[in-house]
Every structure is written in structure tokens, then in C-alpha cells.
């Protein structure tokens, strides 16, 4: 099973993105599956995660303006950001565990421009 990342781009400050990850197969045996964020010179940072049974979890900094959400059919885990700030710029990344199997999507860009 491959991840990949998509959806990135630049956005003006307060503006929307939807990021996605798709997985080659059997994205709904992963759980939980999570998007993370590194920005210039900074650690990665988890951002959100979604579970199986479609419980969510979000970093306190996203609360409220962004939404993940998966559509297991499609092999699809999206993750929804409004209100953009541009301290968010950074590369996203998809992540996805399943027991002892942890996977990481190539990344993709997002810049919010002040």
C-alpha cells in the first residue's frame, strides 16, 4: 500500500484548501490515518487523525477550522482547512498505521500568503 498527497497550492490568508490521500488499496484497514505538517526548520507536527469507527482527533491550533474525513470506498482521506493562517504554510503529509505498519505519503505544499 502506497500513500499520496495532493491538494496543496497558495492560498491567501483566511482562504480554503482540501488536501487528499489516496491509498493504493484498503486505506479502511488502516487506522488511524493522519495528517501531520512540517514547516522551514521546524519539526513535524500532527495536525489531525481519523479512526476506523470515524472518530476524530485534531491539534488544538486546527480545532474548528479544519475537518478530516475519509471515504473508504474511494480509498480516500481528506482533510478540509479554512481560514487558513500564514503561519500554516508548510508540507502536509498523510500518514497511516496499521499495527506495526506505519506509512507516510510523499508530501504536498501549502503556502498562505499574508
Known amino acids: 500500500v502506497q500513500l499520496q498527497a495532493s491538494g496543496g497550492g497558495l492560498v491567501q490568508a483566511g482562504g480554503s484548501l482540501r488536501l487528499s490521500c489516496a491509498a493504493t488499496r484498503n486505506i479502511f484497514s488502516f487506522s488511524p490515518v493522519g495528517w501531520f505538517r512540517q514547516a522551514p526548520g521546524k519539526q513535524r507536527e500532527w495536525v489531525a487523525s481519523i479512526y476506523e469507527n470515524g472518530w476524530t482527533s485534531y491539534a488544538d491550533s486546527v480545532k474548528g477550522r479544519f475537518t478530516i474525513s475519509r471515504d473508504n470506498v474511494k480509498n480516500m482521506v481528506y482533510l478540509q482547512m479554512n481560514t487558513l493562517k500564514p503561519e500554516e504554510t508548510a508540507v502536509y503529509y498523510c500518514?497511516?498505521?496499521?499495527?506495526?505498519?506505519?506509512?507516510w505519503g510523499q508530501g504536498t505544499q501549502v503556502t498562505v500568503s499574508s
Open positions: 500518514k497511516a498505521v496499521k499495527g506495526p505498519m506505519t506509512l
